[in-house]
């Protein structure tokens, strides 16, 4: 038996990401704002995505939308904003005066106010269960600090990389893979990290998804600098096309360009 649930995709504060829930027989439209249940408790967000039927079983059990939000829903959570900001001063200061190595990104309330969550930047692991107690002892709810990457924080922030189009990790990208430097040598791209690297100051995103590509392409490819024999005699590889397939070889002081896309 196929069971078929009516999903929603809502925006959860400023995130980037979509939560889904079971919207239930709700009319719910772009851009409405409704109260949801999570882990975390209630939650006030915004529908990005009209109500959808689905059989995919991964979501099977999802929270649900509780109700549309009312007015008073609305001004709860402006104060709770209010209120967080508030708090996102306090917490820097802590930080200054305890001298953490961490940068305090935002803060926020669930809507039912029973946490209090800190985002934060580091480059290190950071001790700051006092930071947490003192928080806790002028906020009386549970406190959250979670620690982000840098790329996380471009994501929320987005920009236009390189390539002039918007960022990847901010328009369609889902997971922040690992990235590597070998991904950057597999394209042949000059270890610059101006080149190489977006504005989050890591390695770009699309050196990770490309891989495959540019894997795919090398694999009929020899190395630079290896010894190969072509229809004009044997020589040296001076260059590789990777994307074309193609290379070029130096024989008896010519270049030979090989193509092996199509053999």
């Known amino acids: 038996m196929v069971f078929m649930t009516m999903l929603t995709g809502v925006r959860i504060g400023n995130s980037s990401e979509l939560s889904y ?3 239930g027989d709700m009319r719910l439209k772009r851009k409405l704002t ?21 059989n ?20 709860k959570n402006k104060k709770n904003i209010r209120d967080a900001r508030e708090a996102f001063k306090r ?25 209090l969550i800190f985002r934060f930047l580091s480059d290190s692991r950071v001790d700051f269960r006092a930071l947490a107690r003192d928080l806790a002892s002028v906020y009386k709810t ?28 901010s328009s369609f990208l889902k997971d922040l893979d690992t990235v590597s430097i070998n991904m950057a ?18 390695l770009m995103c699309c050196l990770k998804y490309e891989d495959k590509c540019y894997s795919d392409c090398r694999k009929c490819l020899p190395a630079v600098g290896s010894v190969v024999d072509t229809d004009s ?24 360009e090989v193509d092996c896309g199509s053999n």
């Not at 917490?91 to 029973?114: E, G, S």
């Not at 005699?233 to 030979?256: E, F, H, M, P, T």
């Open 21 to 23: 829930f079971d919207a």
């Open 34 to 54: 409704v109260i949801v249940d999570t882990d975390r408790g209630l939650e006030f967000g915004t529908v990005e995505l009209v109500p959808f039927l689905s």
């Open 56 to 75: 995919d079983v991964r979501f099977n059990g999802l929270n649900k939308v509780v109700r549309i939000a009312s007015k008073s829903d609305y001004l």
């Open 91 to 115: 917490c820097k200061n802590l930080v200054y005066r305890m001298n953490l190595n961490m940068t305090i990104v935002d803060c926020r309330y669930t809507f039912d106010r029973n946490q």
């Open 142 to 169: 549970r406190i959250e600090l979670r620690q982000i990457g840098a790329r996380d924080k471009a994501r929320e922030i987005g920009g236009f990389g390189q390539c002039g189009r918007k960022l990847c990790c």
């Open 185 to 202: 040598k597999n394209q042949n791209i000059a270890l610059n990290p101006n080149k190489i690297n977006g504005v989050c100051g890591r």
């Open 233 to 256: 005699g044997r020589g040296q590889v001076v260059s590789v096309d990777i994307l074309n397939k193609k290379y070029s070889v130096s024989v008896n002081n010519a270049i030979v």
